[in-house]
């Protein structure tokens, strides 16, 4: 079967691409990059499969085309306790033994991996498909911790290493992460896309600053949500919105700060939606307080309604989303004063807020899904052995 689009040649025969992921049945955004990919995939002639270790009779929570095969193997990992915890040691046999026979059934020509659990251990030696690793979070805390390791604890590290160097293709989705992984060279840098329609865009006409991700450590909303006390005193008539779920223990703290803080009425965590681009086209801008991210699509989401956006400049990911002072504001990272400042200093200059929000709509045009899948599809031809 052969597809063109334009003068280039997408698919030479009908490829066979399985996704490996844990669930897809909760908000976040590998779940939903990997919806999207596997949509396009389908529309365009792949026959797609999913294989999730623990979807618990949940629909996805993401739209999925009727071509696509959702496979469970209905391992259910304890995701409370180590991969090497007794129980999750012996569901992992379990999980070998289900894969190992799936994939003998269905002989795909990819295997794409956003898993971390034990498949990333074992995928490589079970089967003959050229193999890929997908990366969605940044290595910059992982290195950190290996280069400080010490006896046994050096070993982990030099058998990921060994594993990483068995993927045919590891994928990652910045320069700065690939530099994580030198001296390898199997890895390639693919973004994360988005669809772009260029309608209903953001008027910036309301108060409203939005943050999304889901309610955990590495998102710092307790620093964001202290930095907005600064902006309360300044402007009370801007409320923060904060858009997703997580950790139940960390929501019910940030919800004690707030009341603390005396923010009830300037701060509403708003729980998951999925509607976050309408809640967007509603807001006058967006703001990150994460410790790290690797290359978060709630930036792109973000700037395709137009909104500029203010971010701690973690590692690694706003920094190559965002131009600092052309199309949002980078920060120092986790200085909850500078990043008071840098959201008063935009609600403040509304000739700049705009100008900012008009240059993210031309920024964010680089990550077109339909230009960044098309260097999916490229490796694919270049890889396919056929």
Known sequence: MILSKGDRVIIF????IVYLIEQLYKHGGAEKILSQKANFLAKNGYEVYIITTGQKNHKPVYDLDKKINLIDLNINYNTNKSYFYPVNFLK???HFVKLKKILKKI????IILLSDAYDYYFLTFITKAVTFKEFHSSRYFYLLAKNNAK???RFKYKLHDIINNRFNKLIVLNEDEKRMFEPANNVVIIPNGIEITGKNISKLNNKIAIAAGRIAPVKAFDKLITAWQQIAQVHPDWQLQIYGEGDEQLTKKLDSLIQKLKLTNRVCLCGSTNKLTKKMQNAGLYVMSSVTECFPMVLLEAQAVGLPIISFDCPFGPRNI???NINGLLVENQNIDKLADAIIKVINNKEK????GQNALINVQQYQFDKVMQQWIDLF???NSR
Request: aromatic residues 8%; contains cysteine; glycine residues 4%.
């Open 13 to 16: 025969y009908r490829m066979k």
């Open 92 to 94: 992992g046999i379990n």
């Open 107 to 110: 002989r795909p020509d990819f």
């Open 151 to 153: 006896s046994i604890k």
């Open 322 to 324: 965002i131009a600092d």
């Open 353 to 356: 807020q705009i100008e900012m």
């Open 381 to 383: 031809n270049q890889c």
